[in-house]
């Protein structure tokens, strides 16, 4: 169980490396290689029964797999009644997240 511990902690960490190479290839408009690291993130959070979290999954769209990027492609609305993040994606995609 330790050993399963210390993977995960692994595999966590490359998540988080996988969508900071994901953003930085969106930013320099390689949108080939943003999808594939998206891709590869979450193939890697199948394989060892990760979940992303609250944060992470924030950083991507599920529906086309881009990594969003506020200005570039995703538009962000505040609901201030319900105090709800909404993220509207260049692909038609809405992700809704709690502030």
Avoid: W
């Amino acid at each position: 169980m330790a050993q399963q511990t210390g993977i995960r902690e692994i595999v966590y960490e490359r998540i988080g490396i996988l969508l900071t190479l994901a953003e930085k290839a969106l930013r320099a408009g390689d949108e080939k290689h943003a999808r594939r690291y998206v891709f590869l993130a979450r193939k890697l959070s199948t394989r060892y029964n990760c979940r992303f979290p609250k944060k992470e999954r924030a950083r991507f769209c599920k529906s086309c797999g881009m990594p969003r990027l506020v200005g570039k492609n995703t538009r962000v609305r505040l609901r201030k009644r319900t105090r709800m993040a909404e993220y509207l994606c260049s692909c038609g995609e809405t992700a809704g997240f709690k502030y």
